[in-house]
């Protein structure tokens, strides 16, 4: 077993046995009960060492299943956003308030989380794909305001975030937290190109085209997985423009597949798109059925920056701000809004075609950067405002929510 899945091991183990401590200290659970928690906790957990050794077999060899083994394909590996969601939940909570909670309070709806110590937007590739190629849009369309919200004030405090950066502190609540390198190792890295193969019958000049997407998508997800941050970002306007770069590679990676998708999709017979789609249907009834839902339109931010309030009242407390600062607070809050404003009417997530759909994913990371860009702006020139002592105070907001 490799270094990589031996720590994510270590976090999902690290996070199990927190789970059940913390049960017997709500639960009053005795030995016995501590141990059917476990037991039921090591069984749902099977499915993740399932997915990383699909992970490991994708890495050789793109995926091949016959349509037949589809649903074991699915069920267990990263392709599933289900899977996914457990390891991301298990590396977002190892690093917070040491591993001890349930959910933290940046949580999408949909269970995953848009930041993972000091890394964004964790499988990004993959939830491009799952959209694009199949119409899944679980993963993808969760992100929105509350991961702008998250890096204003973010949830870990800088020992958390420099654990995730490594080496790693002295004491056992730091064990468990994952690198960033292994939190970065499991992006996808191929289309099922045989699958496709397999459904659509390619002519020759079909087979060409399908090779060259899967080449640029090989491509495209390496250069998002060459954002991986190689340290913490310590401060809100750092994590911003953390995130500035992570959704433009993210961008120009779906920009360099959009012509050799739209090639080889043009070249489809109206027959071979409809047992696409029939494979694409599959693909979502096999999420379904496996736990995952998809996400509605409403979910791409209208009902989620409504969980997390401004909390105007609270800076103005621990930061005991003059006019001049209350005046840059205001336009902060205005920025805020309109990022809200924008990443909640631009939602698409029922695009029908291929194209169609990579083109919906252009467009939201477009908004996406314009949001990120808009509160960044206003929050320098809220700093320029502030002391140090005043930053230190509004750094440690985001810290103290535990709900």
């Given at each position: ?30 030995p016995v009960g501590i141990a059917r928690f476990a037991v039921a906790h090591v069984l749902s957990l099977r499915r993740l060492r399932h997915a990383h050794a ?87 369309w969760n992100y929105s305001y509350p991961d702008i919200y998250a890096a204003i004030f973010a949830p870990y405090g800088g020992d958390e975030l420099a654990a ?240």
């Open positions: 077993m490799s270094k990589t899945r031996i720590g994510i091991a270590v976090v999902i183990l690290a996070t199990l046995l927190s789970d059940a401590a913390e049960a017997r200290m709500r639960l009053g659970m005795g699909f992970v490991r077999h994708d890495r050789i060899r793109t995926a091949s299943a016959r349509p037949q083994d589809a649903p074991s394909m699915f069920d267990t590996g990263p392709g599933n956003p289900a899977v996914r969601r457990q390891i991301t939940a298990a590396g977002a909570l190892a690093g917070w308030h040491g591993g001890r909670t349930v959910n933290g309070w940046w949580r999408h709806s949909d269970g995953g989380y848009g930041w993972v110590g000091p890394l964004f937007w964790p499988f990004a590739i993959s939830d491009i794909h799952d959209y694009t190629m199949w119409g899944d849009g679980t993963g993808f995730y950066a490594g080496p790693r502190p002295h004491g056992r609540r730091h064990r468990r937290i994952p690198s960033l390198a292994q939190l970065c190792s499991d992006e996808m890295t191929g289309l099922p190109v045989e699958q496709i193969r397999e459904a659509i019958a390619p002519n020759e000049v079909q087979r060409a085209a399908l090779d060259d997407l899967a080449g640029a998508w090989m491509q495209a997800s390496q250069m998002i997985r060459a954002t991986c941050p190689t340290k913490a970002s310590l401060t809100a306007s750092a994590r911003l423009a953390v995130m500035q770069q992570r959704i433009g590679t993210m961008m120009q990676a779906a920009l360099a597949v959009q012509a050799p998708l739209t090639k080889f999709y043009d070249l489809l017979e109206d027959e071979q798109e409809a047992r696409l789609n029939a494979l694409a249907e599959d693909r979502r009834k096999i999420s379904t059925s496996a736990g995952t839902t998809e996400v509605p339109a409403q979910e791409c931010g209208a009902a989620q920056p409504a969980a997390l309030p401004w909390p105007a009242a609270e800076i103005e407390a621990r930061l005991r701000l003059n006019d001049a600062q209350l005046t840059a607070l205001k336009a902060l809050q205005e920025a805020n809004a309109r990022a809200v404003d924008i990443l909640v009417s631009d939602c698409q997530p029922d695009a029908v075609t291929l194209p169609a759909r990579l083109d919906a994913v252009v467009g939201r990371l477009e908004a996406m950067q314009r949001a990120v860009y808009l509160v960044s702006a206003a929050l320098e020139d809220f700093y320029a405002t502030l002391s140090d002592e005043q930053k230190a105070q509004f750094e440690a907001i985001g810290q103290k929510r535990t709900t």
